[in-house]
């Protein structure tokens, strides 16, 4: 592939210092490795040399300095831009000849000081480039007052894809697992040769195949601080990664490799794996702020280059905080939605990534000056931009300033965190009043949320548990939050988690406590892999993984974060329940349906798609409090070439405390029905994977146990 220099800057190129076009040797990558998309601004690698590009409005002098080690103090030559030579409008561009792949770097500008202007330029800050494709390092200690960052990393972005192209999964075919890069592997018992990293999570991409995921969603994989901006430990460490210095940098901390830029192609190994596996990555971005803090926080990055352009400021010159970090990103600035787009075409060229979750959302639905606006341009481009047209896009519908989007995020293809979802599924099983109505709403796929804007039961990412909260195994064992750990008197964390510990505060050796939080974990989990949806998964729910109460685990890098492998083994009935009800859902049509349901038959003479029925048989009454309900799907009409028949499925939920008598509706009764799931039961009663379990008695009744769900199938012999 030769380089095309116009697609930066068309026609004059003499930013060149001097070298004309002519003489700028042209290449070709060998074929067997995926040419890379490269990026308009940064580091850019050419066979002789750097181009550095950055951008800044108001900086009236600009300087790359360059380092020999990861660790110098003081860089090992000043660079110098000539204003008249190397700048094009507000952009900055100069190539330096006899550089290549592994220099180290850093931007420093002069310019304004004058934050009630908003200008915050200091000539001794060393700045993170915007673009930066590696960093190496952490903050430097200090002596003298300077930030010292990490080292930006020139980086050649070839590798070898062995052919490997994104997955394309329908989302209505997606079942997605989020995790923790450093967390799931990071324990000794995983017994993994590089625990924490890219190449530890490729060691276990045979469990999450033996468990039947789709896709894993990654928790912040761009770079973020581990240390201080002096260089120093902070008392809680930046675990969970929601607090970005880099966007196009994966993190240097999940590397097993030492030298500057060996993230880059590990975490290309990580993703060629996956895909051979196929199972899809999504990567969770936090476009809404960065590590910068507010107006006492240092300037080693987006401050030191154009603060009034990249955040979002009040009259005075502060920082509006709608994202509860200190700063906002001024997302639907032009220049910083330019970096937005590039960001993320930048992962699915180079890094072959499949989809995005954007963490608070919301913040992209705000104009520059704070307000929420319908259509902004940022969202509405990331669903239209072509080179992301096979991408999963899923907004996180809210921020911390209010702002609370769930079911009118953007357009079409937007998907979203359905936290109404979470809420009402977790309310219904835990035996709050009138839940009824909502439980079957979430059932079937949420329409009074994604129907009227046009979009689908798929839009809805179903989930009962996150990253930020109980793991379900905590939501059926406390009832409040034990955040203690994190060192804030137990401040920190929602206080609204619609949990219950059904007796005792934390584990217990109590067996009917135990039988109680079991069963209800089974509940939950059928509820959420029976639902309408796309459903998430929180990476060791499915072996009772525990955070010992701990609601807001950010800053936990230790045992009560890390998965324990050894539960896998401890909890294995539950995991193979877990296993059993992921596989059924990936071969059944009718309960991940593409459209919603109508409660009409969808041929002639057919069940209704849907009905739903009280305990005694009869249509529900929805003006009556009750915890009990059932749920007829009507078999989804086959498909061309399936291999075979789809199956109505019955489901039965009872929330109560005391047994409660079921009559099949008079609709079902001549259906020959066999028991797939009765969480009631014990292993390996609890579910049937060859859809053999028991029969119905024959007088149509059954007597399911208090807070019990049952399923029942039956192939569609039509």
Known sequence: ??????????GDVSFFAGRSREAQPMFERPPSLKFTHPLPYGAICHDDGVQFVVVSRSAQAMRVLTYDRVDGREPSEVIDFDPSLNRWGDIWSIFVPGMGPGQLYHFQADGPHAPEQGHRFDPTARLIDPYATALAGNFLPSDDGIVRPPKCVVV???FDWQGDRHLRRDLSETIIYELHVRGFTKAKSSGVRHPGTYLGLMDKIPYLQSLGVTAVELMPVHEFPVLDCLGQKPARPNYWGYDPIAFFSPHRGYAAGSEPGCQVREFKEMVRALHQAGIEVILDVVFNHTAEGNHEGPVFAFKGLENRVYYMLNPDGTYKNYSGCGNTLNGNHPIVRELIFHCLRHWVHNYHVDGFRFDLASILSRDRQGHLVPNPPVVESISEDPLLADTKIIAEAWDAAGAYQV??????????????????????????????GAMATRLAGSSDLYQPGGRRPYHSINFITSHDGFTLNDLVSYN?????????????GDNNNFSYNYGVEGPTRRQAVERVRVRQIKNLMATLLLSQGAPMLWAGDECRRTQRGNNNAYCQDNAI????????????????????????????LTIRQTNFLSGQPQRPGGLPDVSWYGPDGRPVDWDRDAPSLACLLAAAPRVEKATRPNHHVLTLCHAGTEPRRFALPPLARRIAWRTFIDTAADPPH?????????????????????????CFVAPDVW
């Open 1 to 10: 592939m030769s380089l095309d220099l116009n697609q930066w800057f068309p």
């Open 156 to 158: 050649d972005n070839e």
């Open 407 to 436: 079911g009118t995020f953007g357009q079409l293809r937007w998907a979203e965190w359905n936290g109404r979802y979470r809420d009402d599924v977790r309310r219904f099983w835990r035996g709050d009043p009138h839940l009824t």
């Open 480 to 492: 409040e939050k034990h955040n203690e750990a994190n060192g804030e008197d137990n401040r920190d």
């Open 561 to 588: 974060s890390w998965f324990d492998w050894q539960l896998t083994k401890r909890h294995e009935g539950l995991r193979r329940f877990c296993r059993e009800l992921i596989a059924f859902r990936r071969a059944e």
């Open 686 to 710: 609890d579910v049937f994977p060859d859809l053999d379990g028991p029969k119905p008695p024959d007088n149509g009744e059954l007597l399911l146990g208090p807070r019990s769900l049952a």
